[in-house]
């Protein structure tokens, strides 16, 4: 079982920034994929950005050159740098963990950006 809590959300004017943590539990973080998504209001959860276990990452186009994916494997920690943000970018931002044994989310943090 891995548990995973996010936090660093808030309101935000447009163009501001903001710094997402998800803290997880367990002893085997660092060999974790683990990725951030969002959902906004009416809509379906998307894909926001990913990161491997060697650090590789990847992202979705609405964030590139935005956002920025990032890991400490001694904290077990993901981070999430969200910078340029806009009112498109507002919703529940959660954390999952990609492991062999299952898919593992966090209950999600509100990032509500305002125009």
């Known amino acids: 079982q891995v548990q995973l809590v996010e936090s660093g959300g808030g309101l935000v004017q447009a163009g501001g920034s903001l710094r997402l943590s998800c803290a997880a539990s367990?002893?085997?973080?660092?060999?974790?994929?683990m990725g951030w998504y969002r959902q906004a209001p009416g809509k379906q959860r998307e894909l926001v950005a990913i990161?491997?276990?060697?650090?590789?990452?990847n992202y979705a186009d609405s964030v590139k050159g935005r956002f920025t994916i990032s890991r400490d494997n001694a904290k077990n920690t993901v981070y999430l740098q969200m910078n340029t943000l806009k009112p498109e970018d507002t919703g529940v931002y959660y954390c999952?963990?990609?492991?062999?044994?299952?898919?593992?989310w966090g209950q999600g943090t509100q990032v509500t950006v305002s125009s």
């Open positions: 367990g002893s085997t973080f660092n060999m974790n994929t």
């Open positions: 999952r963990a990609l492991r062999a044994d299952g898919n593992y």
């Open positions: 990161i491997t276990p060697g650090a590789n990452t």
